[in-house]
T-cell receptor, first 111, second 112 residues
Framework: DAGVIQSPRHEVTEMGQEVTLRCKPI?????LFWYRQTMMRGLELLIY????????DSGMPEDRFSAKMPNASFSTLKIQPSEPRDSAVYFC?????????FGPGTRLTVT | SQQGEEDPQALSIQEGENATMNCSYK?????LQWYRQNSGRGLVHLIL?????REKHSGRLRVTLDTSKKSSSLLITASRAADTASYFC????????????FGKGITLSVRP
């Protein structure tokens, strides 16, 4: 298995633009998590899905953030409009049990 | 708020020495996990210890759990330069549905 796949690996955008991050979980995993990592706040859980259904989105910072999981093999995290404070590394992770498997992350820079 | 709090925040040791990292948490847990993150990479699962276990081993890793003190420790024996990374503890609470809460991590530097 290729592991969790995220794209793009790097994204540089201007404030106000829409950003879409993509994730393909490991086949057979029924949980998918989106995290954000910054030096100041560490690793924060944004939202997670079970069998494509959002279970807990209490970590989503504000209405500018939205996430979807249209099927078991694909999820998106969208930021619209983006702001400089959204600059961070965004990770997707999946699991079929206890151990979470992380993707390589998307480094987002909003200027 | 962070559930796990690691201690120390940074640790620098010589290759061959043992590294001990600690984690404290606030509420009851189902299990506690340790992850490693190399610079610029995603987190990698190292070891899981359940709430009814006190100690587990995996290769050069030894993890302990004291639920009465709400604390855990990760020991890496005979450290190598390749162990240089950030280490995170993560807790899963009762009924958490696989949701983990991560600490801010410990930066371990192993000098060759």
């Amino acid at each position: 298995d290729a592991g969790v796949i995220q794209s793009p690996r790097h994204e540089v955008t201007e404030m106000g633009q829409e950003v879409t991050l993509r994730c393909k979980p490991i086949s057979g995993h029924d949980y998918l998590f989106w995290y954000r990592q910054t030096m100041m706040r560490g690793l924060e859980l944004l939202i997670y899905f079970n069998n494509n259904v959002p279970i807990d989105d209490s970590g989503m910072p504000e209405d500018r953030f939205s996430a979807k999981m249209p099927n078991a093999s694909f999820s998106t995290l969208k930021i619209q409009p983006s702001e400089p404070r959204d600059s961070a590394v965004y990770f997707c992770a999946s699991t079929a049990g206890y151990e979470q498997y992380f993707g390589p992350g998307t480094r987002l820079t909003v200027t | 708020s962070q559930q796990g709090e690691e201690d120390p925040q940074a640790l620098s040791i010589q290759e061959g020495e043992n590294a001990t990292m600690n984690c404290s948490y606030k509420t009851s847990i189902n299990n506690l996990q340790w992850y490693r993150q190399n610079s610029g990479r995603g987190l990698v699962h190292l070891i899981l210890i359940r709430s009814n276990e006190r100690e587990k081993h995996s290769g050069r890793l030894r993890v302990t759990l004291d639920t009465s003190k709400k604390s855990s420790s990760l020991l890496i024996t005979a450290s190598r330069a390749a162990d240089t990374a950030s280490y995170f503890c993560a807790t899963e609470g009762p009924g958490a549905n696989s949701k983990l809460t991560f600490g801010k991590g410990i930066t371990l530097s192993v000098r060759p």
